[in-house]
């Protein structure tokens, strides 16, 4: 059964850094074809794709925050770490990870998700 | 970026009508188009992949067609648990993957 799980603060101040961990159970991230990402989605609004890595370490960013964004895994732990410097009121929002399964899908589809974090930023 | 566009951005259905929701892409895609569905204060569940392959476990009233530009979500048969938002998404330009704005599917 494959779950995954965000964690970290559910308030940060504008300029700080936002550091989130997704814990997963039910695959590995050194199984080839295996990657997990990152998504976030203000209220009300639509979702936005944030990073990704794969089983071979490979990272991919959203262009227009790849110099704010760092996505790392720990496969010992089975923990994906996202961190997201100088943080600002307007990317307050709902962040998720996700599980693809390249092999399976053919493609980097999103087919296990977290429920979510709740991320506020604000003085 | 390409960019997706949905059609209907609100749709409001009955329990046993047929309904269709249009993603359509600002360039060719070949197939990598996935359907997301999300009710609120969930996470988003995948339905269709690949335009048209459905997700394991997800109920075959849903359905996906289209390659290039132009897809469609069918779901056959109206469900009360089918009342969401769904949004499409492009692979096809990875890493550059985007979301469609969704379509808000209510009573």
């Known amino acids: 059964q494959v779950t995954l799980r965000e964690s970290g603060p559910a308030l940060v101040k504008p300029t700080q850094t936002l550091t989130l961990t997704c814990t997963f159970s039910g695959f590995s991230l050194s199984t080839s074809g295996m990657c997990v990402t990152w998504i976030r989605q203000p209220p009300g609004k639509a979702l936005e794709w944030l990073a990704l890595?794969?089983?071979?370490?490979?990272?991919y960013y959203r262009t227009s925050l790849e110099t704010r964004l760092t996505i790392s895994k720990d496969t010992s732990k089975n923990q994906v770490v996202l961190t997201m410097t100088n943080m600002d009121p307007v990317d307050t929002a709902t962040y998720y990870c996700?599980?693809?399964?390249?092999?399976?899908?053919?493609?980097?589809?999103?087919?296990?998700w977290g429920q979510g974090i709740l991320v506020t930023v604000s003085s | 970026d390409i960019q997706l566009t949905q059609s209907p951005s609100f749709l409001s259905a009955s329990v046993g009508d047929r309904v269709t929701i249009t993603c359509r892409a600002s360039?060719?895609?070949?197939?990598?188009l996935a359907w997301y569905q999300q009710k609120p204060g969930k996470a988003p569940k995948l339905l269709i992949y690949?335009?048209?392959t459905l997700q394991n476990g997800v109920p075959s009233r849903f359905s996906g067609s289209g390659s290039e530009t132009d897809f469609t979500l069918t779901i056959s048969s109206l469900q009360p648990e089918d009342y969401a938002t769904y949004y499409c998404?492009?692979?096809?330009?990875?890493?550059?993957?985007?979301f469609g704005p969704g379509t808000k599917v209510d009573i």
């Open positions: 996700a599980r693809s399964d390249f092999y399976t899908t053919g493609s980097y589809y999103f087919d296990y």
């Open positions: 690949g335009a048209s």
């Open positions: 360039q060719d895609i070949n197939i990598y």
């Open positions: 890595i794969d089983w071979d370490d490979d990272k």
């Open positions: 998404q492009q692979l096809n330009s990875f890493p550059r993957i985007t």
